[in-house]
């Protein structure tokens, strides 16, 4: 048998019973026994041990919500070929969430934040779907049903720098404790496709400066790769590479200028003013079905 073959995750979650796929329910959506259950709920402990300390809360939302949601997040026009979509008996149009940022964006909304409450930090794990085609489908790499620990931190833009360097501290321990050693990409947008981001050139150039500085202030082994943005911002993507050479994206960390104007967030600041905030998205394991195919492999 090849190394390949015999590190394949796929064969490994086989032999120890961490979790199967089955036809009725459909590719790309596995079904986790009772022992790979406890894998992922003792990879999901280690991060909210981490996070915890950082003063992190936990929320939760439901997996679906009204078309309105993502038309103002602008998800529903860029996003719309991932989304899964539901029509109500009444014939009102539902999304299964691809991502939670919006609906954490709602939890902020609901109510006025003083500047002495800022930081906010909200975190929850809780599986995603995103409409990949079939022939992209494999193992637990790329699947429908993706387990994200997801955190969003809404802060001052002053704010933004230590929160960031504070995840990434996060991302070090978590990924370190399993022996990688990560190279940072930073994912920034195409000047040549603005048609598919959000936000204006003058949003995205503060935005990737800012993190381009961070990783350089930080020492870091990075690398810029254009094209590679997130929808709303540029990211902070975490490479690993595994036993036999080959390179994941595992953790992720995202700097949000955009959906905080296309949401209305503020915090009231020492003069009484609105002030618009940012936004910081992480995940720690970058999903945790992609995490476990790294260890396992």
Same mark, same amino acid.
């Given at each position: 048998?090849?190394?390949?073959?015999?590190?394949?995750?796929?064969?490994?979650?086989?032999?120890?019973?961490?979790?199967?796929?089955?036809?009725?329910?459909?590719?790309?959506?596995?079904?986790?026994?009772? #022992?790979?259950?406890?894998?992922?709920?003792?990879?999901?402990?280690?991060?909210?041990?981490?996070?915890?300390?950082?003063?992190?809360?936990?929320?939760?939302?439901?997996?679906?919500?009204?078309?309105?949601?993502?038309?103002?997040?602008?998800?529903?026009?860029?996003?719309?070929?991932?989304?899964?979509?539901?029509?109500?008996?009444?014939?009102?149009?539902?999304?299964?969430?691809?991502?939670?940022?919006?609906?954490?964006?709602?939890?902020?909304? #609901?109510?006025?934040?003083?500047?002495?409450?800022?930081?906010?930090?909200?975190?929850?794990?809780?599986?995603?779907?995103?409409?990949?085609?079939?022939?992209?489908?494999?193992?637990?790499?790329?699947?429908?049903?993706?387990?994200?620990?997801?955190?969003?931190?809404?802060?001052?833009?002053?704010?933004?720098?230590?929160?960031?360097?504070?995840?990434?501290?996060?991302?070090?321990?978590?990924?370190?404790?399993?022996?990688?050693?990560?190279?940072?990409?930073?994912?920034?947008?195409?000047?040549?496709?603005?048609?598919?981001?959000?936000?204006?050139?003058?949003?995205?150039?503060?935005?990737?400066?800012?993190?381009?500085?961070?990783?350089?202030?930080?020492?870091?082994?990075?690398?810029?790769?254009?094209?590679?943005?997130?929808?709303?911002?540029?990211?902070?993507?975490?490479?690993?590479?595994?036993?036999?050479?080959?390179?994941?994206?595992?953790?992720?960390?995202?700097?949000?200028?955009?959906?905080?104007?296309?949401?209305?967030?503020?915090?009231?600041?020492?003069?009484?003013?609105?002030?618009?905030?940012?936004?910081?998205?992480?995940?720690?394991?970058?999903?945790?079905? #992609?995490?476990?195919?790294?260890?396992?492999?």
């Amino acid at each position: 048998m090849s190394e390949l073959n015999e590190r394949d995750h796929r064969r490994i979650g086989k032999d120890l019973d961490l979790f199967t796929f089955s036809e009725l329910v459909g590719p790309g959506l596995p079904l986790w026994t009772p #022992r790979g259950t406890i894998v992922r709920q003792e990879l999901d402990a280690f991060v909210w041990e981490l996070r915890s300390k950082y003063g992190y809360q936990k929320v939760t939302i439901p997996h679906l919500t009204r078309r309105a949601l993502y038309e103002t997040s602008g998800h529903w026009e860029k996003f719309g070929d991932d989304l899964f979509r539901i029509v109500s008996r009444e014939g009102k149009d539902f999304a299964v969430k691809p991502m939670n940022c919006p609906h954490h964006t709602q939890i902020f909304a #609901r109510h006025p934040h003083s500047y002495r409450e800022m930081p906010q930090r909200y975190a929850e794990t809780t599986m995603v779907y995103r409409d990949e085609q079939s022939g992209e489908l494999g193992g637990l790499t790329r699947v429908l049903s993706i387990t994200q620990d997801d955190s969003h931190v809404f802060c001052r833009m002053g704010q933004v720098k230590q929160e960031f360097l504070q995840i990434w501290d996060i991302v070090d321990t978590f990924w370190g404790a399993f022996g990688f050693k990560l190279r940072a990409r930073l994912s920034f947008h195409d000047p040549k496709t603005p048609e598919k981001y959000l936000g204006t050139a003058e949003i995205w150039k503060n935005a990737e400066t800012a993190l381009r500085e961070m990783a350089e202030e930080r020492g870091a082994d990075f690398f810029e790769a254009p094209g590679e943005a997130a929808l709303y911002g540029p990211k902070l993507d975490f490479m690993a590479t595994d036993s036999i050479g080959r390179t994941h994206q595992v953790a992720t960390i995202q700097l949000d200028f955009n959906l905080p104007e296309r949401f209305d967030l503020s915090c009231v600041n020492e003069k009484g003013e609105k002030e618009r905030i940012v936004m910081i998205h992480s995940a720690i394991t970058g999903s945790i079905e #992609r995490a476990s195919a790294v260890l396992l492999e």
